[in-house]
T-cell receptor, first 114, second 112 residues
């Protein structure tokens, strides 16, 4: 009965590779997010989708491409991985697109780029 | 844009003591103030929030207080227990763009 799930939990890869992280929510929410948490625990939003439509894109390099096949899924594809991409990536969802809505976070994907 | 400052960055308390974490924000129009708790290896989880029409809200051992004039809000945890050890984040909505701006986080360690 997991609310927001992400796969994989850990991802170790070489510089220059392309990788994807998948996210699914079974809460029936309309809005989904991707956050990046760096080694100092700073949490920064990357993207937000509402009903499959991109509504937030926080000046993330275009090597990062989110894709939402339906409102329950938001995947993150990263091309040409760089050392600085190493971080924990969190998917989250909320009922609507309001910033006052409670956000439900997934367990995170720890990406390590060697 | 919205600026959120959170202090302290780390806090160690003895089990049973109280812990207070404070956040200061810049946009006087902000009207929603949540606190999220992140346990080791997990995603953040909302633990309490407050809207700008009240000054304090309590839920068992945790409370949030809001001072709109001074533009700061605080998380209070009483009778701390080892399971309270976690990273705590405050957040404030950005006025435009429908997003939350998170503070830098506070690592709380409760020593037993």
């Amino acid at each position: 009965d997991t609310a927001v799930s992400q796969t994989p939990k850990y991802l170790v890869t070489q510089m220059g590779n392309d990788k994807s992280i998948k996210c699914e929510q079974n809460l029936g929410h309309d809005t989904m997010y991707w956050y990046k948490q760096d080694s100092k625990k700073f949490l920064k939003i990357m993207f937000s989708y509402n009903n499959k439509e991109l509504i937030i894109n926080e000046t993330v390099p275009n090597r990062f491409s989110p894709k939402s096949p339906d409102k329950a899924h938001l995947n993150l594809h990263i091309n040409s991985l760089e050392l600085g991409d190493s971080a924990v990536y969190f998917c989250a969802s909320s009922q609507e697109r309001l910033s006052t809505d409670t956000q439900y976070f997934g367990p995170g994907t720890r990406l390590t780029v060697l | 844009g919205e600026n959120v400052e959170q202090h302290p960055s780390t806090l160690s308390v003895q089990e049973g003591d109280s812990a207070v974490i404070k956040c200061t924000y810049s946009d006087s129009a902000s009207n929603y103030f949540p606190w999220y708790k992140q346990e080791l290896g997990k995603g953040p989880q909302l633990i309490i929030d407050i809207r700008s029409n009240v000054g304090e809200k309590k839920d068992q051992r945790i409370a949030v207080t809001l001072n709109k004039t001074a533009k700061h809000f605080s998380l209070h945890i009483t009778e701390t227990q080892p399971e309270d050890s976690a990273v705590y984040f405050c957040a404030v909505p950005r006025r435009y763009g429908n997003k939350l701006v998170f503070g830098a986080g506070t690592i709380l360690r409760v020593k037993s």
